[in-house]
């Protein structure tokens, strides 16, 4: 596994950052390391109920999720645990949530930086990348 994006998967980052333009080299490394990719689309989504129940489903959370804030931080800790090596979490095409709920928005992106500070401490990657038009307004860092 070469390139950038190989190197920043071996490296165990965690993070919260603005997505690349182009995901698919990303995805293939992530890939190539056996490092779990989940694709949280939030297309139509635009409440903090909605948010949860989409993640839910797309980061293969427990039956017994609890569809809360807590809950949501203690199945990312749990997805810790089970042995991957690190996971990917592409948050794309969640503008109507970012100009409806901007305050689940800003919620859910700081449980994420807690989980990956979590993930990272445990020598594994997590990190969770956000198409720009899904936090209009929030500074997030290019992924280097």
Known sequence: MAGKFGKLILSGRAGVFAAPRVVGP?????????????????????????????????????????????????SLLDLAGAGSPGAVVHWRRGAALAK?????????????RESSRYWASTGRVFLVVVDRDSAPGLDLPPLR
């Open 26 to 74: 990303l995805r293939a490394a992530a890939r190539g390391a056996g490092v779990a990719w989940f694709d949280l689309d939030l297309a139509g989504v635009a409440s903090r109920e909605a948010f949860l129940k989409r993640c839910a489903g797309a980061l293969q959370l427990p039956a017994y999720f609890g569809h809360n804030w807590d809950a949501l931080h203690e």
């Open 100 to 112: 409806r709920a901007p305050d689940s928005v800003k919620t859910a992106l700081e449980i994420l």
